[in-house]
């Protein structure tokens, strides 16, 4: 049974930080590549951001220079720092497994909130 768990979001004031984390199981982690995404309230669901199998990473517009995704392949996990939090980040972030067409897994969520 695959799954996938985040953990790390809560509240932060905006200029703040946050460490999020995926710890997945079921899977050969490394084979994968992995995501985040975010979806706010009344919006769809966004890429935050990405990492390849090699370590490739690639951001949305809205977060690069802000956030940064890195996996550990022998911890099973892959983690988003956020940096320089604004509200506009609030949402709730998805982690996501990819491998080809047929193998994606997403986590359940995880919740993060950016107010004063």
């Known amino acids: 049974q695959v799954q996938l768990v985040e953990s790390g979001g809560g509240l932060v004031q905006p200029g703040g930080s946050l460490r999020l984390s995926c710890s997945a199981s079921g899977i050969i982690f490394s084979f994968y590549a992995m995501g985040w995404y975010r979806q706010a309230p009344g919006k769809q669901r966004e890429l935050v951001g990405a990492i390849t199998r090699s370590g490739s990473t690639n951001y949305a517009d809205s977060v690069k220079g802000r956030f940064t995704i890195s996996r550990d392949n022998a911890k099973n996990t892959v983690y988003l720092q956020m940096n320089s939090l604004k509200p506009e980040d609030t949402a709730v972030y998805y982690c996501?497994?990819?491998?080809?067409?047929?193998?994606?897994?997403w986590g359940q969520g995880t919740q993060v909130t950016v107010s004063s």
């Open positions: 996501n497994a990819k491998l080809g067409v047929t193998g994606v897994y």
